[in-house]
């Protein structure tokens, strides 16, 4: 057995401090979103990298919005980032206190989707810096990258009113947003965080315990599903579910990049 991933043991509350509301995940196997179409079709892949690998040596990002050379990808992605922060299609744009644009590496080869900023992601108009974005951190350094090496976004850039859950119409003027960061990114894998980036990006109504553990096909590029870390603050035994999704993600990033994986992340320690 591989040894602790470096999230089981940690303690991301702190004293005195009061819990913040975090976004409600529904359970893996029920609740599954009625979101408008806004991805290609699930394309269910063997267990493991291999079947993708060998289906894909030459991916095709023809549908992608290219960037040429790492200069050029900033300079799209602050354009983008200007071009949101002036929106205001639906009323999210109006209540919220900072667009969370999207943060890491504009050449990240690993990019995560989430859902939608929370209270602590709204202040501060950053991804994922609440005790979901330290999980999140902390999932990261087990598979032996470190934050800085990927690229975080959410679905919706705007925090949703009472963290309550994203309305199909919210996703669906939002989601050209995101289409254009993955675009201009073009990340070798994507890793979609629970169910409303799962189902958007897939255009799918399956819930995320169904569609994770295995690589779909996002328009060319390798997407794994698996829990959002807020699920997992709560259902801290789906852990080894999440860790089990990573060392795939980690495998895979391995073979496109011709390393050779040796089965044991790094142990994080907090």
Not at 13 to 33: T, Y
Request: glycine share 10%; net charge positive; hydrophobic share 30%.
């Amino acid at each position: 057995m591989e040894k602790g991933w470096g999230i089981d043991t940690i303690t991301l509350s702190r004293p005195n401090e009061p819990s913040e509301p975090q976004p409600r995940h529904p359970s893996p196997e029920k609740q599954p979103l009625k979101n408008p179409d806004s991805g290609g079709p699930v394309c269910k892949l063997a267990e493991g990298t291999d079947g993708y690998l060998s289906r894909n040596t030459s991916r095709q990002r023809s549908t992608q919005t290219s960037a040429t050379g790492g200069e050029g990808q900033v300079q799209n992605l602050e354009a983008l980032r200007n071009e949101m922060q002036a929106c205001h299609q639906c009323p999210l744009g109006k209540t919220r206190t900072n667009l969370v644009f999207g943060a890491g590496n504009p050449r990240a080869t690993l990019m995560f989707v989430g859902e939608a900023p929370g209270r602590d992601e709204d202040l501060q108009g950053e991804p994922f810096v609440g005790r979901a974005g330290q999980l999140l951190t902390k999932i990261i350094e087990a598979i032996g990258l470190k934050r800085s090496d990927v690229y975080i976004a959410n679905v919706l850039k705007c925090r949703p009113p009472g963290n309550r859950n994203p309305l199909p119409d919210e996703i669906a003027l939002c989601i050209p947003y995101l289409l254009k960061q993955i675009g201009i990114i073009q990340p070798k894998v994507l890793c979609a965080l629970g169910t409303f980036a799962a189902q958007t990006l897939l255009n799918t109504r399956a819930p995320v315990g169904t569609l994770r553990g295995r690589f779909h096909d996002y328009k060319g590029t390798p997407m794994m599903v698996t829990f959002h870390p807020a699920y997992l603050l709560r259902n801290p035994n789906d852990k080894a579910k999440v860790w089990e999704d990573m060392k795939k993600v980690r495998d895979l990033l391995n073979k496109l990049s011709g390393k050779s994986s040796d089965g044991e992340a790094p142990v994080s320690h907090p």
